[in-house]
């Protein structure tokens, strides 16, 4: 069986991390089927190699393609800080409703940690992916449209903001908390895991990540009852679903990693979240995930572009490939992710792995991007 898969090299590090994980990725499928199931990976354009070919960062084109595509996956894209065009990743989320960011963290052996025991770091971040401040509502201290905004609040709302700040809005809504904690909970009892923590700092924002807090309870008691419990009164058997503050949860997360399954947050919690349980596990390197609306489910590597090592072979592939592999599961063709988890595996536990890697290991030894993932397609088996 053919399968048509839509990729996005990336900017900086993105080609090659790329170019080395195509060659275990079909490696995986063949082995694992056979030459039964392949993909026939389609190129679309978009960031720096958009740029040069077309002129634009992101062509109508690539858009066009993605709004009827069911599997795309892509490398990292460049976002300047504090100038320059809004983010091409946030664009992408929005314009295709992209709405769950799903990034799962597991420990894997060899790597060292932080933490006493990151064997027992295995959660799933649900980050909602279109709406909170990353829907961009914001104005340049001193602009027109922030002078015009300070003035409302201050004259017909009455509220005291200084005339000279910048300013940026916060929209979240009952829909689009819905969708992604619903989701959360389905996954959590598809897969057999026992919680669901709400993430949210309704202690302060009441209104916006409070609501968040309720909208969850009241898709887990109108939605999930028969498979939901809360945590005041557990159930045998049910998923809990349970809240907790964001800035407590970074704490909780550190000390005690196994009362913790999956989390629901918000998107900037989310954010923060993911990218601090991945520094508990080995680093971005080794973080993949999906970005998913209803109909797309749009994989990528989680880290930066990383320009400073950029075309120097240098680059850790594992984000790529692990999510590869997370996208090889949604397909149906698990035996090819396993393998590939097996692989990972096996190379971590040689010690003969990229730079980032081999400053968190003992005795290890560092080969290039390309190296390590010939490694990886000579562990597939």
Not at 189 to 218: P, Q
Not at 224 to 251: H, M, N
Not at 333 to 359: F, Q, S, W, Y
């Amino acid at each position: 069986m053919q399968h048509s898969v839509f990729f996005i090299e990336g900017d900086g590090i993105g080609p090659e991390i790329w170019k080395a994980a195509r060659p275990v990725l079909d490696a995986a499928l063949d082995k694992a089927y056979g030459g039964n199931h392949q993909v026939d990976w389609q190129e679309l354009l978009a960031g720096e190699k958009a740029l040069r070919e077309t002129g634009e960062l992101l062509p109508a084109a690539t858009l066009e393609a993605l709004k009827s595509a069911a599997l795309a996956i892509k490398g990292p894209l460049g976002t300047p800080v504090g100038k320059g065009f809004r983010s091409l990743n946030v664009t992408l989320r929005q314009t295709l409703d992209l709405y769950a960011c799903i990034r799962p963290i597991r420990y894997f052996p060899g790597i060292a940690s932080p933490l006493k025991h990151p064997e027992y770091v295995d959660m799933v971040i649900f980050r909602e992916n279109t709406e909170d401040l990353y829907l961009g509502i914001e104005y340049k201290s001193g602009s027109p449209e922030a002078k015009k905004l300070l003035a409302f609040l201050r004259d017909s709302m009455g509220v005291a903001v200084s005339q000279e700040a910048g300013i940026g809005l916060k929209p979240m809504t009952e829909k689009g908390t819905k969708r992604l904690v619903r989701k959360a909970i389905a996954f959590a009892r598809d897969r057999g895991r026992g919680s669901v923590t709400l993430m949210h700092k309704g202690n302060i924002m009441k209104f916006t990540e409070g609501a968040f807090r309720e909208w969850g309870y009241e898709v887990a008691r109108e939605e999930f009852a028969a498979v939901c419990c809360t945590e005041d009164a557990p159930e045998a058997g049910k998923v809990v679903v349970k809240d907790r503050i964001a800035d407590a949860l970074f704490q909780e997360v550190l000390l005690h990693p196994r009362d913790y399954s999956v989390i629901a947050t918000p998107n900037l919690n989310g954010d923060y979240i993911s990218d601090a349980l991945a520094a508990q596990v080995g680093g971005l390197g080794m973080a993949p995930g999906v970005n998913m609306s209803d109909s797309l489910a749009f994989f990528e590597a989680t880290h930066g572009t990383a320009p400073a090592i950029a075309g120097k072979d240098k680059a850790n592939p594992c984000s790529f490939i692990l999510s590869a592999a997370m996208m090889f599961e949604h397909m149906g063709l698990p035996e090819a992710a396993a393998m590939i988890h097996r692989a990972v595996n096996k190379v971590l536990a040689d010690k003969t792995v990229t730079g980032d890697l081999a400053g968190q290991m003992e005795n290890a030894v560092t080969v290039g991007c390309e190296r390590f993932a010939e490694l990886l397609g000579e562990a597939l088996g």
